[in-house]
């Protein structure tokens, strides 16, 4: 499965911006699915991440009452995001790990079996 992100771009502090994540030549059922971002000179980070059955979510203490993730009836997976600061600012990725319920672990980085090439945010003061 290929994973594609969109929607990311430049905003200004205290904005919004909503990713898609779309599969590509496959699906996302079975899967748990989750964003990540790294900002340059830093590691790969957790942001948010939603279960395949139940719609259970799992968010970041940085992002949580900002960022919204959801996913719709298809195989797309949204990430809200509001009130952008720009320490926002990075290379947001998308990732999918099987799993028939819940998230197993979601900063484990090596739960995640497919990952997006990931989308450009910029959130500029």
């Known amino acids: 499965v290929q994973l594609v992100e969109s929607g990311g771009g430049l905003v200004q502090a205290g904005g919004s911006l909503r990713l898609s994540c779309a599969p590509s030549g496959g699906t996302l059922s079975s899967h748990a699915t989750g964003w990540f971002r790294q900002a340059p000179g830093k590691e790969r980070e957790f942001v948010a991440a939603?279960?395949?059955?139940?719609?259970?979510t799992e968010y970041a203490d940085s992002v949580k009452g900002r960022f919204t993730i959801s996913r719709d009836n298809g195989n797309t997976v949204y990430l809200q995001m509001n009130s952008l600061k720009p320490e926002d600012t990075a290379v947001y990725y998308c990732?999918?790990?099987?799993?028939?319920?819940?998230?197993?672990?979601?900063?484990?980085?090596?739960?995640?079996?497919?990952w997006g090439q990931g989308t450009q945010v910029t959130v500029s003061s």
């Open positions: 939603i279960s395949w059955i139940g719609g259970n």
């Open positions: 990732a999918a790990g099987y799993s028939d319920y819940g998230i197993p672990a979601p900063y484990d980085h090596d739960y995640w079996d497919y």
